[in-house]
């Protein structure tokens, strides 16, 4: 019988989830301690592990609490910082929008996936980590054997830099012996994205709709996945769904630097909207090379190493449950190549002009998402506080448009901006961290639409001098409106 | 400004007509402004840099200057500039900018 065509829906944001893997001793192997590590070796290796945080630290850390749901963004308002010197006592490591992991899981998790038999751990440490490892293949080598792995070309990951005598828990082999994009610190990179991603899909597809099919998976880490004849042309979330045990789903990255995420929530709600999935899951895993990215800056402070998490994220998009905030997709816009580059142009693009496509002035979103970096990591470094200036911006345009005086800027910030609480993690922090709140705030709260505002570093790969940005609106859904208004 | 950025400066500056020039600042608050204006004036204040010692004497003046801005079309001076006369501080990168040409 010949199939009728499917009817075009209202896509909705149902759920999302952020997991962080607390790696300390990965910190050393961040693009910019590495190459500060090799010209100053062990002097500042010592400085560094004195400054690196236990797992009980990062999961007291006030703005991890708030990215995995149990505690609001506003809540950083009334700490002083820096937050770590304000931690939360008896803080949880999972929460209704995630989880933290600590290091020895994060391993385990490394050795389940790698499906090219390329990680060999350590036999005094493998043991360590048994239970995770349940029903999986190591190779394990005694220390003079992964020390010749690594004269060989491996790369080392280590334990106990914290609060013992540093060790190499584990190798990664190189992928192949002539592909510069298979070398191993390449392949650790990938695989701790694929972790994270995983991690994060397992998380939402077990607490959200469990039985209910994945269609499809999009991408949209910053990780280049790929061998020497298409470096950064693979598939990760593929690989990422394979690794949370999702069976149903295809899957393609979609790739834009920090902007990512919400280019492939503009596409997922197409998707949806126009019929050719019911259920598409955003994915995203961390980025090992940003680990201590801004290290310089937090010893110069006596600050802990505060980039020591990868950061994983999954978004559910399906179609009008009825509940869930719509994905506005007549409100999504793209940073289109004749648009301007400055702050002010970025911002009336993605934000201003799609609200006046919709009669609403800026005062009409509840909150703005933009990049939302904790500010505790990038003002020590001179980045300044970048939520803090994007919500400004936004706060002139809006006394620029007549809507607020400019004296009730600060009000206007205070009133519709966040503090910005999540890690640099490069996609991470671009406005999506703030997805669980305010789906929450659109449903069991009194909010009725939130803006995401993304942008993205396209001139940072040398092929353009552009920026990029999208942003999308979520509204609370009309149907659940006229419920709560008839019940 | 970095020094490689003093470096291409002082090329510029030395390669044309001085007479022509003008340096129209964007530095976001006080401290960049008088840094900067100081810099491409009487020569780097940190003498680290190409410029230490070498006083370019430009005029100098900021976007943000009412005579700046009135010497632009109104309608691109909004367009360009728009907003930001509201997220900086003009009154102080003015005031920081006088002091610098008073020295």
């Known amino acids: 019988m010949i199939q009728e065509r499917r009817a075009i829906g209202v896509p909705v944001i149902r759920a999302a989830r952020f997991v962080l893997a607390h790696v300390p001793d990965l910190v050393m192997s961040g693009s910019k301690p590495r190459r500060e590590l090799a010209r100053q070796g062990e002097v500042l290796r010592t400085q560094l592990r004195a400054h690196l945080r236990s797992f009980r630290d990062a999961v007291a850390y006030p703005p991890h609490q708030v990215l995995i749901g149990n505690q609001v963004p506003e809540l950083l308002y009334e700490f002083p910082r820096p937050w770590h010197m304000r931690p939360m006592d008896n803080a949880p490591a999972v929460g209704a929008a995630g989880m933290i992991i600590d290091q020895d899981s994060f391993y385990a998790w490394l050795a389940r996936a790698d499906t090219a038999n390329l990680i060999v751990l350590d036999d005094a440490y493998a043991p360590r980590i048994a239970a995770g490892l349940e029903g999986v293949r190591v190779s394990t080598r005694d220390a003079a054997g992964l020390a010749r792995a690594v004269s060989a070309g491996a790369e080392p990951f280590h334990c106990d830099g914290h609060d013992g005598d540093v060790r190499v828990a584990g190798v990664v082999l190189p992928g192949h012996e002539e592909d510069e994009s298979l070398r191993a610190p390449v392949l650790l990179e990938n695989l701790a994205a694929k972790v994270t991603g995983a991690l994060a899909l397992r998380r939402l597809r077990d607490e959200v709709a469990p039985h209910e099919p994945v269609d499809f998976l999009l991408g949209s880490g910053e990780e280049a996945v790929g061998d020497r004849y298409q470096r950064g042309g693979g598939n990760l979330a593929k690989a990422i769904g394979e690794l949370a045990g999702v069976r149903t789903p295809g899957g393609a990255d979609v790739k834009a630097f920090c902007a990512g995420p919400v280019h492939a929530l503009i596409l997922a709600g197409a998707l949806i909207a126009a019929g050719v999935h019911r259920r598409v899951v955003v994915v995203g895993g961390g980025s090992l090379a940003k680990l201590g990215m801004k290290f310089r800056g937090h010893l110069t402070v006596d600050y802990p190493i505060l980039e020591d998490v990868l950061a994983g994220m999954a978004i559910d998009v399906v179609a009008d449950d009825g509940r869930s905030p719509e994905l506005r997709l007549d409100a999504a816009m793209v940073h289109r190549i004749e648009d301007g580059g400055a702050g002010h142009h970025m911002y009336g693009a993605l934000a201003q002009a799609p609200l006046r496509t919709l009669g609403l002035r800026l005062s009409d979103v509840d909150r703005f998402a933009v990049e939302l970096h904790n500010p505790d990591i990038t003002e020590p470094a001179g980045s300044g506080d970048v939520p803090g200036n994007n919500y400004t911006m936004l706060a002139a345009l809006a006394a620029r448009a007549g809507e607020i005086t400019r004296e009730q800027m600060p009000a206007f910030v205070r009133a519709h901006g966040l503090p910005g609480f999540s890690p640099t993690q490069g996609h991470i922090p671009s406005a999506i961290p703030y997805l669980p709140h305010a789906i929450l705030g659109l449903t069991e709260g009194t909010m009725t639409r939130v803006q995401f505002i993304a942008k993205g570093s396209l001139f940072l790969g040398r092929m353009t001098g552009m920026s990029d940005g999208a942003s999308i609106l979520l509204e609370r859904n009309a149907q659940f409106l006229r419920k709560g208004v008839t019940s | ?103």
């Open chain 2, 1 to 103: 400004m970095d020094l490689e950025e003093q470096g291409t400066i002082k090329r510029v500056v030395e390669g044309s007509e001085r007479s022509r020039m003008v340096v129209l600042l964007g530095t976001p608050n006080k401290g960049s402004t008088t840094m900067i204006a100081l810099t491409l004036t009487q020569g780097d204040p940190s003498y680290a840099g190409p410029l230490a010692g070498v006083p370019l004497g430009l005029p100098i003046h900021h976007i943000l200057e009412p005579e700046v801005r009135e010497a632009i079309p109104a309608d691109v001076y909004a367009r360009e500039i728009g907003p930001l006369e509201f997220v900086l501080d003009a009154t102080g990168i003015s005031a920081a900018l006088k002091d610098v040409r008073a020295r």
